[in-house]
T-cell receptor, first 114, second 115 residues
Framework: GQNIDQPTEMTATEGAIVQINCTYQTSGFNGLFWYQQHAGEAPTFLSY????GLEEKGRFSSFLSRSKGYSYLLLKELQMKDSASYLCAVRDAYSGAGSYQLTFGKGTKLSVIP | GAGVSQSPSNKVTEKGKDVELRCDPI?????LYWYRQSLGQGLEFLIY????????KSGLPSDRFSAERTGGSVSTLTIQRTQQEDSAVYLC?????????????FGNGTRLTVT
């Protein structure tokens, strides 16, 4: 089966750095995504990892360790607009035709305070 | 360019009625997904279409749920004899392909309320 765990909520201060962790136990692994979802809006793509290591994209970085089933999203120089839910998702079960399902965690609600 | 479009944005229906939710994916995207999101819950996978292949229906919660994708483009999710537990936001997403680093692009969803 699929199990993706993230903390439910986190609070951090504007200008600080925050790390959001994700652990997964899935039936397969073909890549891990992070999405951002503001309240009442659709999720938007942030990052993708398939090999071990750190991927950096501006203020956001994402890390993956496949052997540990672990990823984190690092947000630097936090801004108020970063207040949102952050969803970890794993391409796991095979869906046929060379394609894979994308299973989401429940998301971490980040509140950035002044 | 245009993103994923879903309609209606909101739907209120009485228990027992049937509803149809529509999704227009991004042009050229071969993969199309339906998810639903209940309050405080993660995205629950429902069904996946890849090109002309048979869909992956493994996430549909009951036989009251069905979906089709006509001409490899527009998709319709149908819920028959709706129940109160069907109330949720139904999200459609498309991606260029259903593998690798091809990210999902989500529509704004249909908020379904069953009274």
């Amino acid at each position: 089966g699929q199990n993706i765990d993230q903390p439910t909520e986190m609070t951090a201060t504007e200008g600080a750095i925050v790390q959001i962790n994700c652990t997964y136990q899935t039936s397969g692994f073909n890549g891990l995504f992070w999405y951002q979802q503001h309240a009442g809006e659709a999720p938007t793509f942030l990052s993708y990892n398939v090999l071990d290591g750190l991927e950096e994209k501006g203020r956001f970085s994402s890390f993956l360790s496949r052997s540990k089933g672990y990823s984190y999203l690092l947000l630097k120089e936090l801004q108020m607009k970063d207040s949102a839910s952050y969803l970890c998702a794993v391409r796991d079960a095979y869906s046929g035709a060379g394609s894979y399902q994308l299973t989401f965690g429940k998301g971490t609600k980040l509140s950035v305070i002044p | 360019g245009a993103g994923v479009s879903q309609s209606p944005s909101n739907k209120v229906t009485e228990k027992g009625k049937d509803v149809e939710l529509r999704c227009d994916p991004i042009s050229g995207h071969t993969a199309l997904y339906w998810y639903r999101q209940s309050l405080g819950q993660g995205l629950e996978f429902l069904i996946y279409f890849q090109g002309n292949s048979a869909p992956d229906k493994s996430g549909l919660p009951s036989d009251r749920f069905s979906a089709e994708r006509t001409g490899g483009s527009v998709s319709t999710l149908t819920i028959q004899r709706t129940q109160q537990e069907d109330s949720a936001v139904y999200l459609c997403a498309s991606s260029l392909v259903g593998q690798g680093d091809s990210p999902l692009h989500f529509g704004n969803g249909t908020r379904l309320t069953v009274t």
